[in-house]
């Protein structure tokens, strides 16, 4: 059964500094991985995506993350952070196993905490 | 184009109370879920539709949760009774049909129940 692992339940960080929130699955088929962010009291909203192709996605807002299939991996980055961007950040994967399922699982989510 | 509208944002109720939450997804959009999100927790899937078909409910507690789609448009998610476990976020998603954009799911702002 297909996992996601965000080790991280909170990361503080200085505005304007860089970040990496790291994302770890599990799966025995291949995988499309994303990444949502949800600020408070809304809705999830989808930040970027992988389903095939360049291993690095580009999203909104400045962010990026690279697919990294030997280490199972879906690290998101920023290279400098804004006051703005502090909200709970989602990794999930759906399995791709002939066909898409649209099954979304979703790691324990990983709070980004931007500090003027 | 307006999202995915849920209803009501907020309700306390006492436990052994019924509850019911409603969804109206995007226009066109044939795939509907229900996520539970646990406080700290990332979103957990309840329910998929297909139209009216419900094609994925292996993790809704049947014995007190129902939930319906009858015209394949929108939805209602019941509990009756509520237990003071079942307080969290019921979040409504909604999807194009698989292949089409697979995996980005929109949500909408959510519904709190809080049970005392």
């Known amino acids: 059964a297909q996992s996601v692992t965000q080790l991280d339940s909170q990361v503080p960080v200085f505005e304007e500094a860089p970040v990496e929130l790291r994302c770890n699955y599990s799966?025995?088929?291949?995988?499309?991985l994303f990444w949502y962010v949800q600020y408070p009291n809304q809705g999830l909203q989808l930040l970027l995506k992988?389903?095939?192709?360049?291993?690095l996605v580009k999203g909104i807002n400045g962010f990026e993350a690279e697919f990294n299939k030997s280490q199972t991996s879906f690290h998101l980055r920023k290279p400098s952070v804004h006051i703005s961007d502090t909200a709970e950040y989602f990794c999930?994967?759906?399995?791709?196993?002939?066909?898409?399922?649209?099954?979304?699982?979703f790691g324990t989510g990983t709070l980004l905490a931007v500090q003027p | 184009e307006a999202g995915v509208v849920q209803s009501p944002r907020y309700k306390i109720i006492e436990k052994k109370q019924p509850v019911a939450f409603w969804c109206n997804p995007i226009?066109?959009?044939?795939?509907l879920y229900w996520y539970r999100q646990n406080l700290g927790q990332g979103p957990e899937l309840l329910i998929r539709?297909?139209?009216?078909?419900?094609?994925?409910d292996s993790q809704l507690p049947k014995d007190r949760f129902s939930a319906e789609r009858l015209k394949g448009v929108d939805s209602t998610l019941k509990i009756q009774p509520a237990e003071l476990g079942d307080s969290a976020v019921y979040l409504c998603?909604?999807?194009?049909?698989?292949?089409?954009?697979?995996?980005?799911?929109?949500f909408g702002e959510g519904s709190r129940l809080t049970v005392l």
């Open positions: 998603a909604s999807s194009l049909d698989i292949g089409q954009g697979a995996g980005e799911l929109f």
């Open positions: 799966s025995s088929v291949s995988v499309y």
């Open positions: 992988y389903l095939s192709g360049s291993t």
């Open positions: 999930a994967v759906s399995e791709f196993d002939g066909g898409a399922t649209n099954k979304l699982i």
């Open positions: 226009s066109g959009h044939n795939t």
């Open positions: 539709y297909e139209n009216e078909e419900a094609v994925d």
